[in-house]
């Protein structure tokens, strides 16, 4: 059974950093495409970042690029999403992701994802 674990959410002031990690199992890790989305109140479910299968390739949201870095480690079935100069705008529910595809570049093609962790930034 596909099971993603998130977790590293919390509060944080503007400005700051968080690390999530999310730990996959019940599948072939390393033949997917990885990702994060995000989803606040009232806005539509965001791909924050993207990797492909083998960490090659990344893709990232406009809002997040030069501040977010997502990498993984395929031995460990392990994502992650370090986090810099976090943004009030940032506060959302982040979710790990896995996708059908060895890369994708968009929300709808990560068809399994996890419960989530909370990001909450502000003063």
């Known amino acids: 059974q596909v099971q993603l674990v998130e977790s590293g959410g919390g509060y944080v002031q503007p400005g700051g950093s968080l690390r999530l990690t999310c730990t996959a199992s019940?599948?072939?890790?390393?033949?997917?495409?990885m990702g994060w989305i995000r989803q606040a109140p009232g806005k539509e479910r965001e791909l924050v970042a993207g990797i492909s299968w083998n960490g090659v390739h990344t893709t990232y949201a406009d809002s997040v690029k030069g501040r977010f870095t997502i990498s993984r480690d395929n031995a460990k079935n392990t994502i992650f999403l370090q986090m810099n100069s976090l943004k009030p705008e940032d506060t959302a529910v982040y979710y790990c992701?896995?996708?059908?595809?060895?890369?994708?570049?968009?929300?709808?093609?990560?068809?399994?994802w996890g419960q989530g962790t909370q990001v909450t930034v502000s003063s």
């Open positions: 992701a896995r996708s059908h595809y060895i890369l994708a570049t968009s929300q709808n093609e990560y068809a399994w």
């Open positions: 019940g599948f072939t890790f390393s033949g997917s495409a």
